[in-house]
């Protein structure tokens, strides 16, 4: 890869993951609602299991998907239903100082795997494959992921600051009520296009 694509790699990776999307604003709510320190483990997980959603798709998972679309179509309804179900649970977020015991933050783990059902991470990983890496084979897909990983977590961190700085506005219920249902809401709405291309 040539240092030109290398760096218009790096852009493309800084600008769709820095911009609004579905990880972005369940940060922004974990960061209002848990704090800083409590979603480190939510935003590893959106790095790395981008970086493995990235990688599984250049190997062939694309190919699988065209042999059978039905898979592709279960894997958009499982989206927008998860993503509703996660919009449902920001809405109804206990206030910030009850926490301790009546509402967690997304773990690693969940975070890595929502990675699978999120329209934006996919569509992500398919444009810097199909017009950034020219080639699938495993050492391009490495640098690739590896730019990702890089420019991904500052990215995501930024979020999780701004919503850890807004707790401080958010600092009765009804302001909270508001925030959280307006984060669900915009998280309602990142699906429209998703629900547009469904056939």
């Given at each position: 890869?040539?240092?030109e694509?290398?760096s218009?790699?790096?852009?493309?990776a800084f600008v769709?993951?820095?911009?609004?999307?579905?990880?972005?604003?369940?940060l922004?709510?974990?960061?209002a609602?848990?704090g800083?320190?409590?979603t480190?483990?939510?935003?590893a997980?959106?790095?790395?299991?981008f970086?493995v959603?990235?990688?599984?798709i250049?190997?062939?998972l694309?190919?699988a998907?065209?042999a059978?679309?039905?898979?592709?179509?279960i894997?958009?309804?499982?989206?927008?239903?998860y993503l509703?179900?996660?919009?449902?649970?920001?809405?109804?977020?206990?206030p910030?100082r009850s926490?301790?015991?009546?509402g967690?933050?997304?773990t690693?783990?969940?975070a890595?795997?929502f990675?699978w059902?999120?329209?934006?991470?996919w569509?992500?990983?398919?444009?810097?494959?199909t017009?950034?890496?020219?080639?699938?084979?495993?050492?391009?897909?490495?640098?690739?992921?590896l730019?990702?990983?890089v420019?991904?977590?500052?990215?995501?961190?930024?979020?999780?600051?701004?919503?850890?700085?807004?707790?401080r506005?958010?600092?009765?219920?009804?302001?909270?009520?508001?925030?959280?249902?307006?984060?669900a809401?915009?998280?309602?709405?990142?699906?429209f296009?998703?629900?547009?291309?469904?056939?």
């Amino acid at each position: 890869m040539t240092f030109e694509m290398l760096s218009a790699l790096a852009l493309f990776a800084f600008v769709s993951s820095v911009t609004p999307g579905p990880n972005n604003l369940m940060l922004m709510a974990s960061g209002a609602n848990f704090g800083f320190w409590r979603t480190i483990p939510h935003m590893a997980g959106i790095s790395l299991g981008f970086l493995v959603l990235m990688v599984l798709i250049g190997l062939g998972l694309v190919q699988a998907f065209d042999a059978f679309p039905v898979v592709y179509t279960i894997l958009k309804a499982a989206s927008i239903l998860y993503l509703l179900y996660l919009a449902w649970r920001i809405a109804h977020a206990a206030p910030i100082r009850s926490n301790e015991g009546a509402g967690r933050p997304m773990t690693f783990l969940q975070a890595a795997l929502f990675q699978w059902v999120n329209p934006k991470a996919w569509a992500m990983a398919l444009t810097a494959i199909t017009v950034y890496l020219g080639d699938t084979s495993l050492p391009s897909l490495s640098v690739g992921a590896l730019v990702f990983a890089v420019v991904n977590f500052p990215s995501v961190t930024v979020w999780t600051v701004l919503g850890q700085q807004l707790a401080r506005v958010l600092t009765n219920q009804r302001r909270l009520a508001a925030f959280n249902w307006t984060m669900a809401a915009l998280l309602v709405t990142s699906l429209f296009p998703v629900i547009l291309q469904i056939d």
